[in-house]
């Protein structure tokens, strides 16, 4: 098995009670100002809580969608902010993903928030290993020129997938997720 850092950049960020739902059952974050775990509303009527729904992108283009279980914990999340996960694969090349980890948003407000349903990761290591190998350091200010990023942003306004692409749930084997071989991009072999 093979590991690689996914660095990436938020691409949108909103609340779902369903991770099949689509673009017009999205909810936005600001909506679920004062949320709590604890008297989620949904998971009282219906059993099954509020879903967070965050789509990355890297330098590249390549994007993902992830769904965890809502939290208050990821109430300042916003678009732009910098993102990075562990992806694993049995290729070499990347070439279909294996599964992924919990994500770190980086400068969310407040420091580091942790995105996903389960700790896969020992938290201060990971944190610690990417100060080490340097990658702390170009994440914010190598893979994007912040200025550039937030220029392109204003000047078109693309749509992050296809109108015909209804594989929008976190997937990792469908082949909207797959690398062309030998691409790996922003995906940093691990050490």
Not at 9 to 38: I, K, N, P, Q
Not at 103 to 131: E, M, N, S
Not at 176 to 185: I, K, S
Request: net charge negative.
């Amino acid at each position: 098995l093979y590991g690689a850092y996914y660095v990436s950049r938020v691409e949108d960020v909103c609340v779902v009670d369903d991770v099949s739902a689509v673009e017009g059952e999205e909810y936005d974050l600001e909506e679920f100002e004062g949320y709590s775990m604890e008297k989620d509303e949904l998971e009282s009527v219906v059993g099954s809580p509020w879903k967070l729904r965050l789509r990355l992108a890297d330098e590249e283009g390549r994007g993902m969608q992830i769904h965890c279980r809502m939290s208050e914990d990821y109430l300042d999340i916003r678009k732009g902010m910098n993102v990075v996960g562990i992806l694993l694969s049995t290729s070499r090349e990347f070439v279909k993903l294996a599964a992924m980890t919990d994500f770190c948003v980086l400068d969310a407000v407040g420091g580091p928030v942790w995105v996903g349903d389960y700790p896969y990761l020992d938290k201060d290591k990971f944190l610690r290993t990417l100060g080490e190998n340097g990658i702390a350091d170009s994440l914010v200010d190598i893979i994007y020129d912040d200025n550039d990023y937030y220029e392109e942003e204003e000047e078109e306004e693309e749509e992050f997938y296809d109108d015909d692409d209804d594989s929008r749930d976190d997937d990792y084997d469908s082949d909207d997720n797959n690398l062309e071989e030998g691409d790996t991009g922003m995906l940093q072999k691990l050490k």
